[in-house]
């Protein structure tokens, strides 16, 4: 098993992170994400907190070969679950992937909090374990260390696409405040 963590601190406030994140694809840094569907959204009376279910197809980036020794198609699919709680302002991510769970389990969950240091800014938080299956367990290793290093790679392309998104929506919302 091999256990990914970054902490990454966005100079926006909660309210605007947690509202561009429904916003994040489709963006041009991450092409492999085709679409994005909601399965199941829900509102809890009582404490407010909004649970999303998602259906995330996307295009993996690898060699033909690798696929076909497999017996993999392109199209992957991920599902995650998310949180918000208005009141302790805090929006959680966890998504494991679908396909091809039985030769690499993927396992990530994103939290948006306030930062400690500074409330006018946002705590982002990224974890991820990867674990191959037994079917692979000859190149358990191997395996597990390049999806690592391409998850960190992926990680940081999703977070500086992320970015961008994010700009683009703050320059929105002050477009349309003033025009109000």
């Known amino acids: 098993m091999k256990f990914f963590k970054t902490v990454h601190t966005f100079d926006y406030p909660w309210t605007l992170v947690s509202a561009a994140q429904w916003q994040k694809y489709p963006n041009d840094h991450c092409p492999h994400v ?51 709680d208005p009141n302790s302002k ?43 299956g037994s079917l692979l367990s000859r190149w358990e290793n191997l395996i597990e260390d390049f999806s690592l290093k391409r998850f960190q790679q992926n990680a940081q392309v999703g977070r500086e696409g992320f970015l961008h998104v994010l700009e683009r929506f703050v320059h929105m919302t002050e477009a349309s405040s003033t025009t109000n």
């Not at 033909?64 to 599902?79: H, N």
């Not at 690499?104 to 306030?114: A, C, D, G, R, S």
């Open 34 to 84: 085709q679409h994005v569907d909601v399965l199941n959204r829900t509102v809890d009376p009582e404490t407010g907190i909004l649970t999303t279910e998602r259906l995330i197809t996307v295009k993996q980036n690898v060699p033909r070969f690798i696929l076909k020794i497999m017996g993999a198609d392109e199209t992957q699919y991920v599902r995650e679950v998310s949180t918000i």
């Open 90 to 132: 805090t929006f959680t991510l966890s998504s494991e992937n679908l396909s091809l769970s039985n030769i690499m389990k993927v396992n990530e969950e994103i939290t948006y909090t306030v930062a400690p240091e500074d409330p006018g800014k946002t705590q982002f938080t990224q974890q991820a374990t990867m674990t191959a």
